[in-house]
Structure formats: structure tokens, C-alpha cells
């Protein structure tokens, strides 16, 4: 069984900057894609950024220029820098991979304080 596990969750102020890190136990090259999503309370989950094994990363608008999205292929993990957090990043936080089916984290929470 393919596990995700994400670390790095905190709390904040608004302006800092969190690094996110997701451990996956099976090589991630096995993977197409991997990625971070968010879901806020009361709101529906949303992706965040995502890497395309094989090339490619795509990133939500609300993030761009301020989140980064990287893989170390030796630790077969995945990272998202969160740089300039605001309020409204606050969410719990899912690491996400798809093979042949979708494997999902178990989520860290992100509080970022005005």
C-alpha cells in the first residue's frame, strides 16, 4: 500500500514562510503526477501545484510567484516552499500522487495569523 506522508505544518504570521515536505514510500518516479492540494474550513478542496513526473509543474493563481513546487528524486519526496503566506493560505494542507489510482495524504495544517 502506497503512503504519503506529509510534514512541516504550522503556524505563522502573515508575511513568513513554511516548506512543506511530502515522504512517499514507493519510488515517485512510479508516479504521473504529484502535488499539493488545500481545503479550507468550510470550502471544497483546491490543487495548489502539481509536478508532472517527466517534466512540468503547474500552480494554482493564488499561489503563483509565492509557492514553489520540488521533487528530490533520491528521497522520493516532494516539497512545496511557501514564501509570503497570507491569512488566506490557511487550510490544511494534502499531499496527492497518482499512479493507477490517486493516493492521498493524511494533511497538515497551515495557519497563517494577520
Known amino acids: 500500500q502506497v503512503q504519503l506522508v506529509e510534514s512541516g505544518g504550522g503556524l505563522v504570521q502573515a508575511g513568513g514562510s513554511l516548506r512543506l515536505s511530502c515522504a512517499a514510500s514507493?519510488?515517485?518516479?512510479?508516479?504521473?503526477?504529484m502535488g499539493w492540494y488545500r481545503q479550507a474550513a468550510g470550502k471544497q478542496r483546491e490543487l495548489v501545484a502539481r509536478i508532472i513526473i517527466g517534466g512540468g509543474t503547474n500552480y494554482a493563481d493564488s499561489v503563483k510567484g509565492r509557492f514553489t513546487i520540488s521533487r528530490d528524486d533520491a528521497k522520493n519526496t516532494v516539497s512545496l516552499q511557501m514564501n509570503s503566506l497570507k491569512p488566506e493560505d490557511t487550510a490544511v494542507y494534502y499531499c496527492y500522487g497518482l499512479r493507477r489510482y490517486d493516493y492521498w495524504g493524511r494533511g497538515t495544517q497551515v495557519t497563517v495569523s494577520s
Open positions: 514507493a519510488n515517485i518516479f512510479s508516479f504521473n503526477v
